[in-house]
Every structure is written in structure tokens, then in C-alpha cells.
């Protein structure tokens, strides 16, 4: 059962645009969420994350928003590029284990 | 600054053959984990390890062996390949608990 969910499978936007990108999860005990770009035939690699006890972190474009209460967390991406253009992993951390989201593939449109 | 190394890239297996995943690091992190990358369920975690000579389960660990006998390396091991581990394996390692991780490129492995 996945603790992770990520339920949008696909996101496109326009170039310029706002990317928001969604993601649920089911287990209290996580205590810190990261966020993973991929691109194909690459290994993921870290975005951004955040620590159960904030909700809100911020680097350059990219900003993730955490409600504990709803168990939601989200990354937005102002503006969208085309270099964005990947798959995007949602993660979760408690007991040294990560869990990971089933990904949702964002494609900017020029 | 080679990060996480995977080799090989890609396989193809016979079912019943065994085979093992390399994996090496030089960024002298304690974790590493192995994933598989399957369609529509992200990556899943199969074992990983918190320093040299301790290794754990994760949530899929049915037909694979690790051992970590020194910090850089963590080798997976398929004892008889069958067509359901055909997939793409995923080496990470981080510097601590709430580190980011670091992945490797991956290994394609089909079984046929």
C-alpha cells in the first residue's frame, strides 16, 4: 500500500506559467518530504525539501508548501521553463527509509 | 567527482540466471539504499543499508541479497532472475538521515 500519492500522472503548462504539482501521504511519522526531478535515462536528482515542523520552504523558483493536517504537501514552480520539462518525485522520509510517490510528468509548452 | 556509480547499464537475463548490480560511491555517505523504477509506482525500495555491515529490508526485498562490507560499496545480488524483476534499479546514498539522496544513472535489466 502506497504511503505516497502522487495522483496526477501528468501536468502540462505554458512556458511562464505557474507549476503546481501535488502529492498526499497517509503516515504521520514521516518527519521530512523532499521533492525529485528526473529526466529520462538519468537518475533522479533533489529539488527541495522540508521538515515536518515547517510549511513553507523556498529556493529560487521553486517553493514547497506542506499541510500536515491535510497530509498534503505541494511544489510550486513560478516560472515554468522548458528545462523543467520531467518527471517529478514526490519522497518521504521516516526510519532512514524514503518513500516515493509514483511521479507525475510535467511537459512546458513553449 | 563521480558521485554514485552503477554498473552496468543495461542486462538481459535469462530466467533462473543470478547476477549482481554494482554499486559505488566516494562521497563517503553511511546510507545507501537500492531502488526499482516499475511504470505508474515510482521507485520502490528494495534493502538498504545505514553503515558498513548492516544492511535492511524494504518494502520489496523477495529475490534480491545485499552485503556491505566497506562504506563505498553496496552490491545487489539476484539470486534467480525471473521475469517480474525486469525493471530499472536505482543506487542512492546520502550523508545522513534527512540528507537528500544521491542516485546513480540507473541499470535497465530485462529478464527473459
Known amino acids: 500500500d502506497q504511503q505516497v500519492k502522487q495522483n496526477s500522472p501528468s501536468l502540462s503548462v505554458q512556458e511562464g506559467r505557474i507549476s503546481i504539482l501535488n502529492c498526499d501521504y497517509t503516515?504521520?511519522?514521516?518527519?521530512?518530504f523532499l521533492w525529485y526531478k528526473k529526466y529520462p535515462a538519468e537518475g533522479p536528482t533533489f529539488l527541495i525539501s522540508?521538515?515536518?515542523?515547517?510549511d513553507k520552504n523556498e529556493d529560487g523558483r521553486f517553493t514547497v508548501f506542506l499541510n500536515k493536517s491535510a497530509k498534503h504537501l505541494s511544489l510550486h514552480i513560478v516560472p515554468s521553463q522548458p528545462g523543467d520539462s520531467a518527471v517529478y518525485f514526490c519522497?518521504?522520509?521516516?526510519?532512514?527509509?524514503?518513500?516515493f510517490g509514483a511521479g507525475t510528468t510535467v511537459t512546458v509548452r513553449a | 567527482n563521480a558521485g554514485v556509480t552503477q554498473t552496468p547499464k543495461f542486462q538481459v537475463l535469462k530466467t533462473g540466471q543470478s547476477m549482481t548490480l554494482q554499486c559505488a560511491q566516494d562521497?563517503?555517505?553511511?546510507?545507501m539504499s537500492w531502488y526499482r523504477q516499475d511504470p505508474g509506482m515510482g521507485l520502490r525500495l528494495i534493502h538498504y543499508?545505514?553503515?558498513?555491515?548492516?544492511?535492511d529490508q524494504g518494502e520489496v526485498p523477495n529475490g534480491y541479497n545485499v552485503s556491505r562490507s566497506t562504506t563505498e560499496d553496496f552490491p545487489l545480488r539476484l539470486l534467480s532472475a525471473a521475469p517480474s524483476q525486469t525493471s530499472v534499479y536505482f543506487c542512492?546514498?546520502?550523508?545522513?538521515?534527512?540528507?537528500?539522496?544521491?542516485f546513480g544513472d540507473g541499470t535497465r535489466l530485462s529478464i527473459l
Open positions: 542512492a546514498s546520502r550523508g545522513g538521515v534527512a540528507q537528500p539522496q544521491h
Open positions: 503516515n504521520s511519522m514521516f518527519d521530512y
Open positions: 522540508i521538515s515536518s515542523i515547517k
Open positions: 519522497a518521504a522520509i521516516y526510519d532512514y527509509k524514503l518513500s
Open positions: 562521497m563517503n555517505h553511511e546510507y
Open positions: 543499508s545505514v553503515g558498513a555491515g548492516i544492511t
